[in-house]
């Protein structure tokens, strides 16, 4: 492929983006529909096909067998959150969990429902379970503490203390309905300016004057106008 073949092709792959732009702006209903089109059927689908999600939080602290804290114990407190999280996490740990409060879950689905990190510069380590279910969340977290803790006193002399037990939490923590209609919203716009943009680079036809002097590259002197009810007239007289 020669320079002036490859120069034809870039040519042939322009876009105009003023009139690209000019197009989008014509179809401006069209940008809109498609928004509210996403807002109603996110927020719908929020409603009718996800449910609530509650979230339950302890808090256990790290024991030093100092009695100050010194930054070594802070620095202690974050590397033990790795520990700590595959201990109450571990399967013997869970299925414990399970088995003490009839879950019908395996063990795999309950590792996904709990989160462990541990706060900046704290020897604190938060454990938090998120359900559908506001008291079976407070339920589960407290069980994985209280087993996980029982594991380490067998592992560390050094027992961590539960700061605060889990209590049931009524607040949703799932996607909310405003999240949900600007995620929407914003997915109708885009699939309305692609299919926009598609159309417009695809349709080859001439629809124009600017057209016409784009593609012939010499001026428009006169335009006809088609009189539709000529048209018919003249179709009407060939069928008799």
């Not at 399970?98 to 395996?106: F, K, P, Q």
């Not at 704290?122 to 079976?136: A, C, F, G, H, K």
């Not at 949900?180 to 417009?200: E, N, T």
């Amino acid at each position: 492929m020669n320079t002036n073949e490859f120069k034809e092709e870039n040519q042939e792959v322009e876009i105009d983006l003023k009139a690209l732009f000019l197009k989008i702006r014509s179809l401006w209903y069209v940008v809109i529909l498609c928004a509210l089109t996403g807002i109603f059927v996110s927020v719908l689908y929020g409603k009718l096909m996800t449910d609530p999600m509650y979230s339950a939080s302890s808090m256990v602290y790290l024991r030093s067998s100092s009695q100050s804290i010194s930054l070594q114990d802070l620095q202690l407190g974050s590397e033990l959150t790795k520990d700590y999280e595959i201990i109450f996490k571990s399967r013997p740990n869970l299925e414990n969990v399970i088995a003490d409060l009839d879950l019908d879950m395996s063990v795999g689905q309950l590792s996904g429902m709990i989160a462990i990190s541990n706060p900046t510069d704290t020897r604190i380590l938060q454990v938090s379970v998120t359900s559908e279910d506001p008291d079976l969340s407070a339920s589960i977290v407290n069980e994985v503490v209280e087993n996980g803790m029982q594991t380490v006193r067998e592992i560390d002399s050094q027992e961590p203390y539960v700061v605060e037990r889990a209590i049931p939490n009524t607040t949703n923590v799932g996607t909310s309905l405003l999240h949900r209609a600007i995620l929407g919203g914003l997915v109708g716009l885009v699939i309305a300016i692609g299919l926009i943009c598609l159309r417009f680079i695809l349709t080859d036809s001439i629809t124009s004057v600017d057209d016409v002097e784009e593609v012939l590259g010499i001026p428009v002197l006169a335009v006809v106008v088609e009189d539709r009810n000529l048209s018919y007239a003249k179709k009407n007289n060939r069928r008799k």
